[in-house]
């Protein structure tokens, strides 16, 4: 009898010895298994960030192309197209190259665009600027819904903007030194792109 007891109490630990041995190695398994899966989304993460990055690089580099091609004025560049368009064919022109129709935030860039348009399309061609008003007849604004910050309406001979509902579009007219007019937005003009840079 006690042979059997003492047969069963090797039994009983070498089974507890046994359950335990599977506990750890299930536990090793476990522990592996989650720094795996870890590690794994630790990786995919990284693929992430480098995909970002080199999608931005791309970016960045196509916009130096288009800056190579155009102008350089602070905080962004210019490139002209001199196809002519009606506003919403150049507007969206540009917005497919990342960019938006020129729109000068002050006098001095207001003059370089001026410049840079007849050095680069002709001297006597108008452009597209990315103003106008279509929502409210005579509130201006710039393509982004912002009222305008600087204006150059021609004022000393035909007092711009004064086509009223028929023209809702602005324009730079080279022949009147850079000056803005009011335009039907069907009619075709050139245009020149304008991407911000840093």
């Known amino acids: 009898m006690e042979r059997v007891q003492g047969l069963c109490l090797v039994f009983c630990l070498l ?16 522990t592996k ?15 992430e960030d480098i995909v970002y990055d080199l999608n931005l690089l791309k970016e960045q580099q196509s916009l130096q192309s288009m800056c190579l091609r155009g102008t350089k004025v ?4 210019f490139l002209a197209n001199p196809v002519k368009k009606t506003f919403h064919a150049a507007s969206d022109d540009c917005v497919a190259k990342g960019g938006s129709l020129s729109t000068p935030l002050t006098g001095d860039e207001n003059d370089q665009l001026y410049a840079y348009v007849r050095q680069s399309i002709s001297p006597e061609e ?22 305008l910050r600087f204006k150059n309406w021609e004022t000393e ?11 809702n579009c602005g324009m730079l007219a080279t022949t009147a030194n850079g000056k803005w007019f009011d335009e039907s937005c069907r009619a075709e003009k050139a245009s020149v792109c304008e991407f911000n840079i840093v």
């Open 15 to 30: 089974l507890l010895m046994q359950c335990t041995h599977q506990q750890t190695t299930e536990k090793k398994r476990s």
């Open 33 to 47: 298994k989650d720094a795996t899966n870890a590690a794994i989304e630790e990786l995919k993460k990284q693929i």
């Open 74 to 77: 602070p905080g962004k560049c």
């Open 126 to 147: 108008s452009i597209w600027l990315g103003i106008n008003d279509m929502v409210t007849e005579g509130q201006w604004l710039d393509q982004s819904g912002s009222n």
């Open 157 to 167: 001979i035909t007092m711009q903007p004064d086509g009223g509902r028929s023209q």
